[in-house]
């Protein structure tokens, strides 16, 4: 265990569901990222909250909704998805962003999500 | 994108130090090199950082050349279980910079 919980691990889901993806970290830690990592492709970031706000976007398309309630928790919402988006999706936390407090971010197992 | 330059692929025998060179030429003297890897279908997990200073921990060594555009990670007795893919990153100090970038990184594989 790193201290970054991700559930669920799996997620087979239909074009027209909704889902949500949790991450919960005990690590004291006041940033938190979402990456997503498809098959054969480097991890790419999508999402990035400092103190509960959200810093940054990277053009992730809006059926991809992030939701960050507190320091500890975040949030994937998922709707209307494409089969193209099946990857892995990771989790993680650190100090502040503008920072290298704590060695940088610690990840979670990240939940593998299959779009049928 | 990714500022560094890493092999594809790399073998090391069981046992033996694996040496895995990173190229970063255009650094600037506020970043920092951090290394990670990723076991299969886990998340990436931390190594070791620098900036222009050698660093040993229980892990690994990080041998940063004195212009700071290249590195090595060492891993003084590789094992089966250090096959991963393994991945160096430049960091800004401070700023909106400062995100984990991903690049295609390294695979080491450590044969018997």
């Known amino acids: 265990e790193t201290g970054v919980t991700q559930t669920p691990r799996h997620l087979v889901m239909g074009m027209t569901n909704k889902k949500s993806l949790k991450c919960e970290q005990h690590l004291g830690h006041n940033a938190m990222y979402w990456y997503k990592q498809s098959a054969k492709k480097p991890l790419e970031l999508m999402f990035v909250?400092?103190?509960?706000?959200q810093t940054e976007n990277n053009s992730v398309p809006s059926r991809f909704s992030p939701e960050c309630p507190n320091s500890s928790h975040l949030f994937l919402h998922l709707h209307t998805l494409q089969p193209e988006d099946s990857a892995l999706y990771l989790c993680?936390?650190?100090?502040?962003?503008w920072g290298h407090g704590n060695y940088g971010y610690t990840f979670g197992s990240g939940t593998r999500l299959t779009v049928v | 994108d990714a500022k560094t330059t890493q092999p594809p692929s790399m073998d090391c025998a069981e046992g033996r130090a694996a040496n895995l060179p990173c190229n970063h030429s255009?650094?600037?003297?506020?970043?920092?090199v951090y290394w990670y890897r990723q076991i299969h279908s886990q998340g990436p997990q931390y190594i070791i950082h620098g900036l222009k200073n050698n660093e040993t921990n229980e892990m690994a060594s990080l041998i940063i050349t004195e212009d700071r555009k290249s590195s090595t990670l060492i891993l003084p007795h590789a094992t089966l279980r250090d096959t991963a893919v393994y991945y160096c990153?430049?960091?800004?100090?401070?700023?909106?910079?400062?995100?984990?970038?991903f690049g295609k990184g390294t695979k080491l594989s450590v044969k018997p």
């Open positions: 909250y400092n103190f509960k706000e």
């Open positions: 990153i430049v960091r800004d100090y401070g700023g909106s910079q400062g995100n984990l970038i």
């Open positions: 255009t650094i600037s003297g506020n970043e920092y």
């Open positions: 993680a936390s650190s100090q502040p962003s």
